[in-house]
């Protein structure tokens, strides 16, 4: 038993109560993994600063500092901008195909002044927030039913529709696809509704490879299922990672020491293939490292979400939680050609402004849940959710 009232219990919180209740380690954590990603835009700028590892040095100060910032506003308050949120994103992913920037084959960026912002990647905590609010109100709708035939429907019970990325961009889409497909089987969704639509999904692969599928997609997947086929074309980009860390070797060449990286072989050094530099350059022993600190951070987050006294609560921190595993297991993946290339970054690791802010803005929630973990978000019928 602690002698101190605790703090997160209370309506209304004072700032020295919420900075008392932050969870300084993962904030650590945080801090560490970050200061890993500036040391290898570091590394990949050839020892300068410019241009990706000037970028992260102003950015780098802010990390943890904007997720400290998101911890201290209230739950519920994120909870009443969930439909907001969404709704703004979905509108963001519109103008995309309406005025938005073309890179590399794909509409995903939208000009604003300086500044590039995707909209995809805003959506992936938009929908998780959006989730996390509409599935429990719609179990306490469905109780409510039961219990009086007449029980009228709130406003916020009404469902936002579905995702819809307007853009093609494959890695983002699977990532949002499996967010929200996480959180309604954590919100106890029946196998009778999950069998049939997994079915229906590995039903449509052909139909989606012949008419939805691009064809620079189609050449990533051709590519990852022989990537000697053409070495030196289409395959270039998974062979070149796959040297990268096989030269690795357990400990690595050394800090600055990648060949790969520094005489441009490695495509897209600074984001997507960022991890083949540090597997170079540290080898086996600073992969593993590196994947503990992340395995870390996520036992932090399940470990919130199993603490948070509300349904909201609950379903918010495990939506951050596989949303920045899945982004892990999908770079990591991808640049070890264990499945086709597509355009995710490591977290806190690669360079690039609209994936960092989503990342730090999802762990801002994840410690307002856990600042927070003991409010209370009364349903209907009095219960929590």
């Given amino acids: 038993m602690t002698t101190r009232p605790y703090a997160a219990a209370r309506r209304t919180l004072s700032v020295a109560d919420k900075l008392f209740e932050v969870n300084w380690g993962l904030v650590l954590l945080i801090g560490i993994i970050a200061s890993a990603g500036f040391a290898m835009l570091y590394s990949?700028?050839?020892?300068?600063l410019w241009p990706w590892a000037g970028a992260a040095d102003v950015a780098l100060p802010g990390r943890p500092r904007r997720a400290r910032r998101g911890a201290c506003i209230d739950v519920?308050?994120?909870?009443?901008?969930?439909y907001p949120a969404y709704a703004v994103s979905l509108l963001l992913l519109i103008a995309v195909v309406i005025a938005g920037h073309v890179g590399k084959g794909a509409e995903r960026w939208i000009a604003l002044g300086p500044l590039g912002l995707q909209p995809s990647e805003l959506m992936k905590v938009a929908l998780i927030l959006a989730l996390s609010r509409l599935l429990p109100a719609r179990q306490e709708r469905r109780g409510s039913i039961q219990a009086a035939q007449c029980r009228h429907r709130p406003r916020h019970d009404r469902h936002p529709g579905g995702v819809r990325v307007l853009q093609p961009n494959l890695g983002t889409t699977l990532i949002i696809l499996a967010d929200g497909a996480s959180l309604l089987f954590l919100a106890g969704l029946s196998w009778w509704w999950i069998a049939p639509t997994f079915g229906a999904v590995v039903a449509a692969v052909p139909t989606a490879w012949q008419f939805v599928l691009h064809d620079y997609q189609k050449r990533r997947v051709l590519t990852f299922l022989d990537p000697e086929s053409d070495a030196l074309g289409a395959g270039w980009n998974i062979t070149q990672a796959k040297i990268a860390i096989g030269s690795g070797g357990m400990t690595g060449k050394g800090f600055l020491q990648g060949t790969q990286s520094?005489?441009?072989?490695?495509?897209?050094?600074?984001t997507d293939f960022i991890w083949t530099s540090l597997c170079e350059e540290f080898g086996f022993v600073?992969?593993?490292a590196l994947l503990i600190l992340f395995a870390v951070v996520i036992y932090y987050g399940v470990q919130i979400a199993m603490s948070a006294r509300s349904q909201f609560g609950r379903l918010l921190a495990m939506g951050v939680t596989l949303n920045f595993f899945f982004y892990i297991l999908i770079n990591a993946s991808m640049v070890m050609g264990l499945i086709p290339v597509v355009g995710i970054p490591m977290p806190l690791i690669s360079y690039g402004g609209s994936a960092m802010l989503t990342v730090m803005f999802g762990f801002g929630?994840?410690?307002s849940v856990h600042v927070h973990r003991q409010v209370e978000i009364p349903r209907l019928s009095g219960g929590i959710i």
Avoid: D, I, T
Avoid at 76 to 82: E, G
Avoid at 262 to 267: E, H, Q
């Fill in 76 to 82: 519920r308050v994120w909870m009443s901008l969930a």
């Fill in 44 to 48: 990949v700028a050839g020892g300068h």
């Fill in 262 to 270: 520094r005489l441009n072989f490695l495509p897209e050094k600074q």
């Fill in 286 to 288: 600073g992969a593993v």
């Fill in 365 to 367: 929630l994840l410690m």
